[in-house]
């Protein structure tokens, strides 16, 4: 592999557990969450892209949650653990 | 003949709202009191719920226990109650194998769904959240039980 | 005014006398209802010094004005008391029949004082209430209760609120269940109806609610229902709240064996995931509930087999997780008896799993536990400990009946992992991985809890930095409080509040339902009036700057974890929150409102400071 390539370890929870548990994908460099997208939807189909799309889905990068508002900017690395879940809270 | 349509309740969508019963009140009484609700939420803990009104019988248990000659079938198999013939007495209620009428404390005379005859169609049906609702024939209810269990078949063979 | 009965009960338990009172126009504006109501109705009536297990306190029970309309989710109500656990203001909302059921006999509230020289329940059809004899009754559970009252009153639609045996046992943990999996569960409002001798409070009513513009409020809740079934309600509606497992232990902000870590090992296999494939029967709603969040389970095999119980999130991971257990079906029996016997399953959870922290720790003996091994991830263990604990049965139900903070306070030690805040037990949220929850929990009036605030919600959404705390998080907590305020006295379920597409949405549903003519700013301000109501009980009873910090572990002990690991509240960090908060709510450094804001909000500034 090229250098700065890697691995993003994704994991799926409630409603994206239609899609498994979880997956692995290869980057080249740092990617934008469109590109994420992207490489995911083409494993997955386009069925993961409107899934993601919808207000409700958070996503997590490592230990943070990156909010609606910040996923223009998001860089995910190589060795970043992402997470695709619906919005939390209440119980 | 044009075939009988009731109001058939899915009793694995009907989650227990009640909606239908406050919908109900608010159209034929207008006002919010759902104990003059013609449509009935029915509980078996701890997780049956069906919602129920009348079910156009062939042959009207109701209509038969009537002491006063107070109920008359219409056309469409639907009940009328004379409400100047009715003094209330409960006969009906009794007779009715589904709860489908009520005494209205306030009027002291029966009533039982009139699938709201004049309108659009039955408005419990409409404002259902869950879809749990159909105001339908009981041929498409079996028709469409049929389809069902064929699909899943189907699918398993395949 | 529409919307409102106009009247309530004043009940004394003590003489046995009923009497109407009316329900003033003034009141209703300036207060709203429900949980405003509470607040009132306890500042002005609860007598000074009085202990909340005398027959002097006060408890109440009170509806909004939306209860008994179409609105979506209104059948709600609340009941409040000074609480036998916290000393300050106590009370639980709980959804179910009875704020409908009450509404449409023709009252707002019931203001119920004194005790009775033995057992009864009071018992309100329409215009009519009388206590009745509850000796039958006694020992039951809550669901045996309402079988058997409406076989008594041969009325199948009656619908009762009652207390278990916990309750009649005095646990300040005692919750009160009506409709089977509906609970007004924190803050032992249970204990409080038991000190009064009061079993069960049954309603049915059959009258008509008026509302000033019926159509209008029709049209729109048509809108809502629909709203209601979209991707605003979808996590309530598919895996209910235990999705929140797999989430948070991903965040590591699942607490663990008595809040220590923030993962756990086992979190997939009690997963909300987990729970929907194996367990739940059956999603179902409540009374005038469009969205469907109650999943109920039935456990088919296995040795707890045949156990029913709602379970939602805080209740799965306090009796699961923080005990380290992972057995789904030892956590919805242990959730089943908290509902039957009458405890809140959070206070049972988290005292639970203090004493089998202070079990490991040697300060419990098998002696002190009846011969349990009362080690985290003995599921067994944790569903008979909070059996006896509902029972207050042998040396381990003594001990931890009345919480954690007092089990630890008859121990004689144990008290720096007591999870408590104003001795409530901490509701399921990490308090050293998600700090602006843990600022709402700790201020919250109640104790304890994000009810009162939603605090969790900057954290979770990622808009600030969930490790650290800053002077500007008060404004988080200070928004949160004064809408769910609203929210708490309409009163409607939060579940719906991300249905809305404004705040003057919400003021055009009280517009409808009232006839107010109330823009959303005034709404607002009522908020912040009812929550400084509910402030100023507490300061009445002593509350300070002391009662609003989280317990001891937040400070003293970094988090060890997968995720979380190193994280800790620092102490100058909370101390620079928590004056922020207070500086948004325009109180002193020790907490108390000043005259100026009282006199604002029309309120009596007896008690404020300048």
Redesign the interface.
């Known amino acids: 592999m090229a250098s700065g390539a890697g691995v993003v370890t994704v994991e799926f929870f409630g409603p994206f557990r239609a899609f498994g548990k979880g997956t692995n994908v290869a980057i080249g460099g740092p990617v934008g969450y469109e590109g994420l997208l992207a490489l995911l939807s083409s494993e997955l189909g386009p069925e993961f892209d409107e899934r993601a799309r919808r207000k409700n889905t958070t996503l997590i990068v490592n230990n943070r949650i990156a909010g609606r508002k910040n996923l223009e900017g998001l860089l995910i690395e190589p060795g970043d653990r992402v997470a695709f879940a619906l919005l939390l809270g209440g119980g | 003949m044009e075939a009988k349509k009731i109001i058939v309740c899915d009793t694995e969508k009907c989650a227990g709202c009640e909606l239908c019963e406050y919908v109900c009140s608010i159209f034929k009484e207008k006002t919010i009191n759902w104990s003059k609700s013609r449509i009935r939420h029915v509980r078996i803990e701890p997780t049956f719920d069906i919602a129920i009104a009348c079910r156009k019988c062939e042959e009207p248990l109701c209509i038969k226990a009537c002491p006063r000659d107070a109920i008359e079938a219409l056309d469409d198999g639907s009940v009328k109650i004379l409400k100047d013939r009715c003094n209330g007495c409960g006969w009906c209620i009794e007779a009715c194998n589904f709860g489908a009428l009520k005494l209205d404390w306030d009027t002291k005379s029966v009533f039982a769904c009139d699938f709201c005859a004049g309108e659009d169609g039955p408005k419990c049906v409409e404002f259902c959240p869950y879809d749990a609702l159909e105001f339908t024939t009981l041929d498409a209810v079996g028709h469409e039980a049929g389809k069902k269990a064929f699909k899943r078949i189907i699918e398993e063979l395949e | 005014m529409k919307g409102y009965a106009g009247k309530f009960l004043r009940v004394n338990m003590t003489t046995g006398e009923i009497k109407p009172d009316t329900l003033s126009e003034e009141v209703a504006r300036k207060f709203l209802g429900g949980y405003g109501f509470v607040a009132h109705t306890l500042y002005n009536e609860v007598p000074e010094g009085t202990d909340a297990l005398d027959p002097e306190n006060v408890l109440c029970l009170w509806t909004g004005p939306v209860a ?3 609105v979506p989710v209104s059948s709600k109500y609340i009941m409040g008391a000074k609480s036998p656990a916290t000393g300050f203001i106590g009370f639980g909302i709980a959804s179910g029949g009875i704020g ?1 059921e009450l509404k ?1 006999a023709g009252w707002d509230g019931i203001v119920i004082t004194g005790k009775a020289d033995k057992l009864k329940y009071l018992y309100i059809q329409n215009g009519h209430a009388e206590l009745r004899d509850a000796g039958y009754l006694e020992g039951k559970t809550t669901w045996d209760t309402e079988e058997l009252i409406r076989e008594e009153l041969s009325d199948d639609e009656i619908r009762v609120s009652s207390i278990g045996p916990a309750g009649e046992l005095l646990s300040r943990l005692a919750n009160v269940t009506n409709d ?1 999996n509906r609970q007004v569960g924190r803050s032992g409002i249970g204990c409080v109806m038991g000190s009064k001798n009061l079993k069960a409070i049954a309603v049915r ?7 000033a513009d ?1 159509d209008g409020l ?1 049209e729109l809740c ?1 809108d809502l ?2 709203r ?2 979209g ?2 309600t ?3 509606r ?2 209910g ?1 235990p ?2 497992v ?3 232990n ?3 902000c699942l607490p663990t064996n008595n809040f220590q870590r923030g993962t756990f090992d086992r979190a997939e296999e009690c997963s ?2 987990r729970m929907l494939e194996t367990m739940v ?10 969205i ?1 969040c109650d999943h ?1 389970n ?1 456990v088919k095999d296995g040795p707890w087999a045949g156990a ?1 119980a709602s379970v ?3 209740s799965l ?1 306090l009796l699961g997780p923080n005990c380290g257990v992972s057995d789904l079906g030892a956590i919805t029996k242990a959730n089943q008896l908290c509902d039957t016997l009458g405890i809140d399953t959070i206070s049972a959870g988290v005292t639970v799993s203090w004493a089998m922290e202070a079990y490991e720790k040697g300060y419990l003996t098998k002696e002190d536990t009846d011969g349990l091994d009362l080690r985290f991830g003995n599921a067994e263990a944790m569903v008979e400990a909070v059996r006896v604990m509902c029972l207050r049965e042998g040396n381990l139900g003594k001990l931890i009946a009345d919480g954690a903070a007092r089990a630890a306070e008859r121990l004689g030690k144990g008290a720096e992992f007591a999870m408590v805040n104003k001795k409530l037990e901490w ?3 990490s308090l050293r991985s998600l700090q602006t929850a843990t600022l709402g929990f700790a201020t919250s009036v109640r104790g304890a809890c ?1 009810l009162r605030s ?1 605090s ?2 900057p ?5 600030v930095d ?1 490790y650290t705390l800053d002077r500007s998080r008060g404004k988080f907590v200070f928004d949160g409080e004064n809408l769910y305020a609203i929210i708490d006295s309409m009163i409607i379920c ?2 719906t509040r991300g249905i809305y597409k404004s705040n003057d949405e919400i003021a055009s549903v009280l517009r409808m339902v009232t006839g107010f003519d109330i823009t959303d700013e005034e709404m607002i301000k009522t908020g912040e009036r009812i929550h400084n109501m509910a402030k100023l009980f507490n300061v009445r009873f002593g509350a300070s700057r002391k009662d609003d910090y989280p317990p001891p572990r937040a400070f003293d002990e970094k988090m060890y974890d997968d ?2 690991d190193g994280a800790v509240i620092e102490r100058e960090k909370y101390d620079e929150a928590l004056s922020g908060y207070y500086e948004e709510r325009r109180w002193n450094e020790e907490g108390i409102p000043t005259i100026g804001l009282l006199d604002e909000l029309g309120l009596d500034a007896t008690l404020g400071v300048k």
Do not use: M, W
């Open positions: 008994g309309t179409p409908s449409a089977r009513g059959t009258g008509s609610i008026e509302v019926l029709l048509k229902y629909k209601c079934r991707p605003a979808e996590k309530y598919v895996l709240t999705a929140n797999l989430v948070h991903r965040l590591g909300g995931e029967k059956k999603v179902v709603a409540c009374p005038s509930c469009p469907s109920v039935v029913v939602d999130y805080e991971e509701g399921a949220y994000y939603g969790y919600q954290d979770v959404k990622g808009t969930r939060k579940f995720v979380s």
